[in-house]
């Protein structure tokens, strides 16, 4: 398979507790996105990289949410002490500069 | 600040019908690029098509067409013919132009297609 992957697809947790994300992206695409869609809305941009360096953070990244890239391929999102208005399906994307946007299948996280 | 309204918010029709989603845009950029994608139940969102605004011709793909009107900031997508596996949410969306810009899409809220066998 040589789409982006995304691990775990699901994810049920406690509030307060922390949860991690992966997303390994198409290998020749050097920016990567991490978007986030609540129920019945549209994707809402978090942050993306290009290569390693993070260029750009939406106001929705709070400081609970880290998201990194090192070395350029794939990437993690960590929520700490996660509330229940984190619960969502946490979306990963990766690009050539010039290229279409492709998505993965997403991790859907429920916080209970 | 981009916006994407999608007035529709779910659809039902039957097979073999017609069907035409609506897209309205705001931006103040004035070149930008408008897409199209579909997510299935499982989740994962399919690019179907990107437009950018200096084109403004109508595009055909197969059963599906899109009309680009900049003088009234609409992208209209119509599925001709509808089949039960149409079914699906459809998101327009805009990002800015510029390859060295962050090309962070705005989508909309979305249309739930149901297409009735």
């Known amino acids: 398979d040589t789409g982006v992957s995304q691990d775990p697809r699901h994810k049920i947790t406690k509030r307060g507790q922390n949860v991690t994300f992966r997303c390994d992206p198409i290998?020749?695409?050097?920016?990567l996105y991490w978007y986030r869609q609540t129920l019945g809305q549209g994707p809402e941009f978090l942050t993306y990289?290009?290569?390693?360096?993070?260029?750009?953070k939406s106001r929705l990244l709070s400081d609970r949410f880290s998201a990194e890239r090192p070395k350029g391929s794939f990437s993690t999102l960590e929520i700490q002490r996660t509330e229940q208005g984190d619960s969502a399906m946490y979306l990963c994307?990766?690009?050539?500069?010039?290229?279409?946007?492709?998505f993965g299948e997403g991790s859907r996280l429920t916080v209970l | 600040a981009q916006k994407v309204t999608q007035a529709q918010t779910e659809i039902s029709v039957v097979e073999k019908e017609d069907v035409t989603l609506d897209c309205v845009y705001e931006?103040?950029?004035?070149?930008?690029?408008l897409f199209w994608y579909k997510q299935p139940p499982s989740g994962e969102l399919v690019f179907l098509i990107r437009?950018?605004?200096?084109?403004?011709q109508n595009e055909i793909s197969g059963r599906y067409s899109w009309n680009f009107q900049k003088s009234t900031s609409s992208f209209n997508f119509t599925i001709t013919a509808s089949q039960v596996v149409d079914s699906a949410v459809y998101f327009c969306?805009?990002?800015?132009?510029?390859?060295?810009?962050?090309?962070?899409?705005?989508f909309g809220k979305g249309t739930k297609l149901s297409v009735i066998p």
């Open positions: 990289f290009q290569n390693e360096a993070q260029l750009e």
């Open positions: 994307a990766s690009r050539t500069v010039t290229g279409e946007l492709f």
């Open positions: 437009r950018n605004s200096f084109d403004e």
């Open positions: 290998s020749e695409h050097n920016r």
């Open positions: 931006t103040r950029d004035t070149t930008y690029y």
């Open positions: 969306a805009l990002s800015d132009l510029s390859g060295a810009g962050s090309y962070q899409l705005t």
